[in-house]
């Protein structure tokens, strides 16, 4: 079983910053592809970020490169999404998925969904 509990959302002012969690006690996340997905009310699903198998690389929506970092914490068994100098159309339900392909795919299987951390910014 490939199931994830995200965590870390919250209310923010523009500009602000959240570091969001992703962690599972059915598998170990460094085994795998790890990403970021977001949805928007009423927006197509957009692929945030992701990072390879033991941290090899990574990848970043043009609409987020430079303001989010995503890494591990292969100890707590942790991926994070720090995000700063955040926007009002960050305003979205953040999910973590395993990437089943390579890392800009975002090729999830939706089986696995999470319940998200709901992430709002106001202007």
């Known amino acids: 079983q490939l199931h994830v509990v995200e965590s870390g959302g919250g209310l923010v002012q523009s500009g602000g910053s959240l570091r969001l969690s992703c962690t599972s006690s059915?598998?170990?996340?460094?085994?795998?592809?790890m990403g970021w997905i977001r949805q928007a009310p009423g927006k197509n699903r957009e692929g945030v970020s992701c990072?390879?198998?033991?941290?090899?690389?990574?990848h970043y929506a043009d609409s987020v490169k430079g303001r989010f970092t995503i890494s591990r914490d292969s100890a707590d068994n942790t991926v994070y999404l720090q995000m700063k100098s955040l926007k009002p159309e960050d305003t979205a339900i953040y999910y973590c998925f395993v990437i089943f392909g390579p890392c800009g795919s975002y090729r999830i299987d939706d089986q696995y969904r999470g319940q998200g951390t709901q992430v709002t910014v106001s202007s």
């Open positions: 990072i390879n198998k033991n941290s090899a690389g990574t």
């Open positions: 059915e598998f170990t996340l460094d085994d795998y592809t």
